[in-house]
């Protein structure tokens, strides 16, 4: 596979080794010349110097025959914008870009630039994965008498969401103590539903919260 | 554009913008009834407070040419600006993304047409070219 790497960071230099070692042949450009010079020591006839977003540039680094094109360049503009003319100009098949800024990633989507890897995002949605008790708050901890309380938010599409209190099968040892809503809150009773959004108080007995905080984040989530 | 008679707001990043544009007037740029707003271009809220929504023409005219081309799309996708005007100084984008219907200028091949012109003594009044 032939491909194409614009900007010779930390990302891209990487991106290049692991690509050469799998048996790739990569070219990268960089525009700064003194990066250039660093990484040219190893990568040799693998990178070209120049600014990756001129069109004659694209062209002598060979686009038209990439495979793949990937924009890691510091820029989001640049990186839009390589894109662009990588899938619209040149018919590449296959594009990758860097998102730097998250905000941007709707600019990237509009533009029909796609996959868009934000490194923020990326850490965001692991934190979410790796660490189940996202949405949760120890609002007190009693250890000698082994309670807590804690906060969660209620996702939606959770298996709390629309149900009454009474209906949340949590397990004995825990109990709803109170619901945040529309910034005030009240003590439920059994009929009372829960809904995506509020905020659920709830003492526990130590050692249970895992089972009781699954009922509170949505599937997906609660699923990995 | 505003001596004409149109309402102009102006975006601009850096917040001493506002001294070129009051420079040489009697008045001050707002005073004459225009208006300036810092923010950078990508930022959609930068461009709601600078009015883009009832903008009837968009000029996207920083000196980043990827930054002009990628907020020139937005304003006619996004926002559905009718007139949109990108300034783009390297002749080689400018010619590819006009082909794509985007309303470029380009100074740089401007530039090279007029002084074609002129070492070729075609410019009509003497001295246009200087």
């Known amino acids: 596979m032939y491909v194409l790497i614009v900007g010779a960071g930390k990302v891209g230099w990487n991106l290049a080794r692991e690509l050469i070692d799998k048996q790739n042949e990569v070219t990268v ?24 977003t001129e069109l004659w540039i694209l062209e002598r680094a060979g686009i038209e025959r990439a495979d793949l094109v990937i924009a890691v360049t510091g820029d989001d503009e640049d990186n839009i914008l390589i894109c662009q003319v990588a899938k619209e100009k040149y018919g590449v098949e296959r594009v990758v870009a860097r998102c730097n800024n998250p905000r941007n990633l709707q600019h990237f989507e509009l533009l029909g630039v796609k996959p868009a890897v934000s490194a923020t995002d990326l850490i965001m949605r692991l934190i979410e994965h790796e660490v189940p008790k996202y949405g949760l708050v120890h609002l007190l901890d009693l250890k000698e008498e082994r309670l807590e309380i804690i906060e969660m938010e209620v996702a939606e599409g959770s298996d709390a969401d629309g149900q009454p209190v009474q209906s949340l099968g949590l397990p004995e040892g825990a109990l709803v103590i109170s619901i945040l809503r529309d ?6 009773t059994g009929e009372s ?6 905020e659920v108080l709830l003492v526990l007995d130590i050692g249970i919260e895992e089972s009781v905080t699954e009922r509170f984040v949505s599937r997906t989530a609660a699923a990995g | 554009m505003l001596a004409e008679g149109n309402e102009v707001s102006v975006l601009d990043e850096n917040p001493e913008a506002i001294a070129l544009l009051n420079r040489g007037q009697d008045q001050s740029w ?14 959609i809220d930068a461009l709601l407070a600078a009015g ?11 000196d980043g ?23 783009v100084l390297d002749p080689g984008r400018a010619k590819w993304y006009a082909e794509q219907g985007l309303q470029t200028i380009c100074p740089t091949q401007t530039a090279i047409e007029m002084l074609q012109r002129a070492v070729r003594g075609e410019h009509e009044r003497r001295g246009s070219v200087a």
């Open chain 1, 29 to 52: 450009v960089e525009a700064s010349r003194r990066r250039y010079e660093v990484v040219e020591e190893e990568l040799e006839h693998n990178i070209q110097y120049g600014d990756g």
């Open chain 1, 183 to 188: 910034g005030g809150g009240f003590v439920p």
């Open chain 1, 193 to 198: 539903v829960i809904k995506a959004g509020d």
């Open chain 2, 30 to 43: 707002e005073d004459l009834g225009g208006s300036f707003t810092v923010g950078t271009a990508l930022e």
């Open chain 2, 52 to 62: 883009i929504e009832n903008a009837d023409a968009f000029v996207a005219s920083t």
């Open chain 2, 65 to 87: 040419d990827n930054t002009n081309l990628v907020i020139a799309q937005i304003a006619q996708r996004r926002f559905r600006i009718g007139k949109v005007v990108v300034r």
